[in-house]
């Protein structure tokens, strides 16, 4: 299989392997007018498999949505067909509007215009608990 390299945009290295697709959705990259590479299950010699995303175009990426679902993604930035940038992720302190409260009783389900807002609360489990009702929510699900 040939994927061709890209001039200026960026690489998402380092996915779990069948995780491409759910970032692909959250970062909303189908609404793009470029092209966009999903790679998947490439053998890795450190994780054993990986997926990869190549964008064909400098974007503004969300950060706290890729290090939520997965905070070992390796955000590279491309200029000029030249790696310029390597980002490496951590599990973010805060998600505002990311993930929505399961809690048919909090207060952002009634009041739907509020922010839905996590805090991390146990960095090691990868869990957040919503900020009004305490309710827990692991990374990525």
Avoid: W
């Amino acid at each position: 299989m040939n994927i061709d390299s890209i001039q200026n945009g960026v690489v998402l290295d380092h996915i779990q392997a069948g995780k491409s697709m759910e970032i692909y959705q959250y970062l909303r990259l189908d609404r793009l007018d470029c092209s966009v590479a999903i790679i998947k299950n490439v053998r890795s010699g450190r994780m054993g498999k990986k997926d990869i995303i190549k964008i064909d175009s400098p974007v503004d990426l969300d950060l706290d949505v890729l290090g939520y679902i997965d905070a070992n993604i390796t955000v590279n930035v491309i200029r000029n067909g030249v790696r310029v940038e390597k980002n490496h992720l951590t599990l973010p302190q805060k998600l505002v509007n990311i993930v929505r409260c399961k809690n048919p009783r909090c207060i952002t389900v009634a009041e739907p215009q509020l922010d839905s807002v996590f805090l991390l609360t146990d960095p090691a489990r990868h869990l957040y608990r919503c900020a009004y009702c305490d309710t827990a929510r692991r990374d990525g699900k």
